[in-house]
């Protein structure tokens, strides 16, 4: 049992279930910030996601990049077209797959993900006023945790990630 902030015992998972009712609206909030503060740019957020990933992990095919943002093949190449066409990604040779080229960021795409990036982080310098560094650790740590835990029971469960193939997904990768 734990003493929650009422002084009430409840049990542990109870808290634990708390954290995660926190996650979808969260997630939603973020989802409508990241949109509000790209209005008037020539980025969506599907396609700043792909060009976060791309300035994360370096050149990848459109099937690396669609495991790792959770999204379909199909999906991640309509967004690497409207990359391209508007001079943020280019694609290159792959040595490995001669169908499936590496995609990459031009000098425009990576000015443009850093301006993203720069904004961005200020915001949360202004969000993370007040905040424990240990808390934010802590929640690190508990997020990570259980994101371990359900992935290794989906897999347990059927023997797979949630998806066709393998790769990468958000959390395994994190640096």
């Known amino acids: 049992m734990v003493v929650n902030n009422t ?20 997630h939603q909030y973020l989802g409508k910030a990241v949109a509000d503060a790209l209005e008037g740019r020539e980025v969506t957020v599907p396609v700043r996601a792909v060009l976060e990933r791309l300035a994360d992990a ?3 095919t459109v099937p690396q990049v669609g495991r790792s943002l959770w999204i379909t093949r199909q999906f ?22 001669k169908r499936s080229p590496l995609f990459r960021l031009t000098d425009r795409g990576r000015a443009e993900i850093r301006d993203i990036l720069a904004r961005e982080a200020a915001t949360l310098r202004e969000v993370a006023e ?10 690190v740590c508990v997020l ?7 992935r290794d029971r989906v ?3 059927d023997g ?4 066709d193939a393998e790769g990468p997904r958000p959390g395994e990768d994190v640096r």
Not at 7 to 26: F, K, T, W
């Open 76 to 97: 991640v190449q309509r967004l690497m077209d409207d990359a391209a066409e508007r001079g943020l990604v280019e694609p290159a040779p792959n040595p490995a797959h």
């Open 130 to 139: 007040g905040l424990d560094p240990q808390d934010v650790d802590a929640c």
């Open 7 to 26: 002084g009430v015992d409840e049990p542990l998972e109870a808290r634990l279930y708390e954290v995660i009712r926190y996650v979808r609206p969260l």
């Open 160 to 163: 797979s990630t949630g998806w």
């Open 155 to 157: 897999r347990a469960h």
């Open 144 to 150: 990570a945790h259980v994101l371990s835990e359900f």
């Open 58 to 60: 370096g050149p990848q």
